[in-house]
């Protein structure tokens, strides 16, 4: 399997340090407000990454935080009048209905910031007793300039990010670019004691402590938004590596940016669309395979345009699994046809093996799911083809019945459950009437009531009675079906 190292800035065989398991770190959401469908871009990403390696028989042990001390909760709290916990607690269960709500697998681990504050206070201290942090006024800095190693994941000298960045200037700071490990408490402000006096983590902090606490250092492979390369992740791997003094993890994932209009989606730019809202209206299966559609590192540019054909992908492919289970399910098989010499279906069987075996080549290229969807859908197109050609023996049956299920198994490995609901749930109860009136049906049921229909229908059309065949036809397209009549019978569709 070959991963993109950010790190290295190249592709990599994956070696994973403990044989047949991954051991990966993804950064969590700052609990202050609801995810926008930009961060849901970065945690979908690494959910079908995840979902690649246990899929390819690894064990995988999936770390992801919740941030939930924060300026940003605190600012927000101070706000609504609240408390920072309340606030944190509202949108860290408003994260992980949301998670659940597009199919993003729980975490093994969720570490919450607010409960490891010992395993930070640990980090911290190595890094005094290691000569790489210092405490000022009850704040803790980490020395920039004491790691020779810092600017190894952006790729920048420390003089480069001088000239290139803002800095606060806060005169506890020995220099510049020095960061906070540990905040003394301000009033009003939620804090823990610690050896420096009251006060609270710095963001960067809680995630190498929390990884190096559930993971071991090093660990294989940390994820998060390209975004965060600098500083978070900078600033990760110089506390881990300076405190442990062990590399911190092997190789690096970065989820591109989710954009509008080119821009990137952003709570402050305010070009956001809140993954909750977007669910109202769009099913989570055809949001995961509008960024299925992109490789996880390109920019993706989110339009109504893509989410279009995002759906019209998905209602191909569920269009088809129905085709395939309903021809399958009404085929006319001569019974003394068992054997399975076929060459038609032959084809089939062989087209399935090798779909399946470029699928996976597509995902361990570094997880290029645009290809391996794109293998699903030349398989779609010949399942399509297959059975417009009629089922007329059981090798053909059971070839499109095999194409069916390799479909909707390849679709389950990115996440993506093709089930159908039963159509009959939306039904219209208008039906009920209809039946009672034009098929003498008098039970409460829609899929019986649409059966009397058609066979109402069926008769009619024996009988040479076509007025009342064609009425019956035009009530039911009225009410929003289409009347599709097949070699085994006609069949509704809404
Ligand atoms: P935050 O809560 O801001 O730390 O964001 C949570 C995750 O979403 C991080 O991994 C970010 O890198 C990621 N993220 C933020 N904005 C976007 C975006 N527009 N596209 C993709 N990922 C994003
Ligand atoms: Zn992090």
């Not at 992908?313 to 019974?335: G, K, M, P, Y």
């Not at 645009?370 to 399942?383: I, N, P, Q, R």
């Not at 109402?456 to 076509?466: E, P, T, V």
Request: with cysteine; net charge negative.
């Amino acid at each position: 399997m070959k991963i993109y190292n950010t790190l290295t800035r190249r592709k990599e065989e994956f070696e994973p340090i403990h044989p047949g398991e991954v051991r990966m770190y993804v950064c969590g959401p700052t609990v202050y407000n609801h995810i926008h469908i930009g961060n849901a871009r970065t945690f979908i990403s690494f959910d079908v990454i995840r979902r690649h390696f246990i899929n390819s028989g690894y064990k995988v042990t999936f770390v992801s935080n919740l941030t939930d001390v924060d300026d940003k909760i605190i600012n927000r709290a101070n706000e609504e009048g609240r408390t920072a916990a309340e606030v944190a607690e509202e949108y860290s269960n408003a994260f992980i209905d949301a998670m659940d709500a597009v199919g993003v697998m729980r975490p093994t681990v969720r570490p919450r910031a607010t409960q490891e504050i010992d395993a930070m206070i640990e980090t911290i201290q190595m890094l005094i007793d290691n000569g790489h942090a210092y405490e000022s006024g009850g704040d803790v800095y980490f020395n920039v300039r004491s790691d020779n190693h810092y600017g190894v994941l952006s790729g920048r000298t420390v003089d480069e990010m001088i000239s290139g960045t803002r800095f606060d200037v806060d005169p506890r700071k020995h220099d510049a670019l020095d960061f906070a490990l540990w905040k003394a408490a301000k009033p009003g402000e939620p804090y823990w004691d610690s050896p420096w006096g009251k006060g609270r983590p710095g963001w960067h902090i809680e995630c190498s402590s929390m990884s190096a606490k559930y993971l071991g250092q090093p660990f294989d492979i940390h994820g998060g938004g390209l975004d965060l390369v600098f500083p978070h992740h900078e600033n990760e791997i110089a506390q881990a590596e300076c405190s442990r003094g062990t590399k911190f993890c092997n190789c690096w994932m970065h989820c591109g940016m989710l954009l509008v209009d080119s821009e990137k989606m952003s709570k402050s730019l305010g070009n956001f669309l809140l993954l909750k809202d977007v669910l109202q209206s769009v099913d989570a299966r055809v949001l995961r395979i509008l960024m299925l559609q992109t490789h996880y590192r390109s920019p993706l540019d989110y339009s109504k345009e893509r989410l279009d054909e995002a759906t019209s992908s998905f209602e191909r492919i569920s269009t088809t699994l129905r085709n395939v289970e309903w021809e399958c399910s009404h085929a006319q098989v001569d019974a003394s046809d068992g054997a399975s010499d076929d060459a038609s279906a032959k084809a089939l069987l062989d087209k399935i093996e090798a779909v399946k075996k470029r699928y996976v080549e597509a995902m361990d290229d570094d997880f290029n799911t645009a290809a391996a969807l794109g293998e699903v859908f030349s398989l779609v197109g010949d399942a399509n083809a297959f059975i417009s050609g009629g089922l007329d023996s059981q090798a053909k049956v059971d070839a499109a019945k095999a194409a069916g299920d390799a479909i909707f198994d390849l679709m389950g490995r990115f996440g993506i459950d093709m089930t159908d609901k039963p159509q009959e749930d939306e039904w219209p109860v208008e039906l009920l009437g209809l039946a009672s009136e034009m098929a003498g049906y008098s039970g409460d049921n829609t899929k019986e009531a649409a059966q009397a229909l058609l066979d109402a229908r069926a008769a009619a059309r024996k009988s040479k009675d076509f007025a009342t065949a064609d009425k019956i036809r035009d009530c039911l397209t009225n009410l929003g079906f289409t009347v599709e009549d097949t070699a085994a019978g006609a069949r509704l569709i809404f």
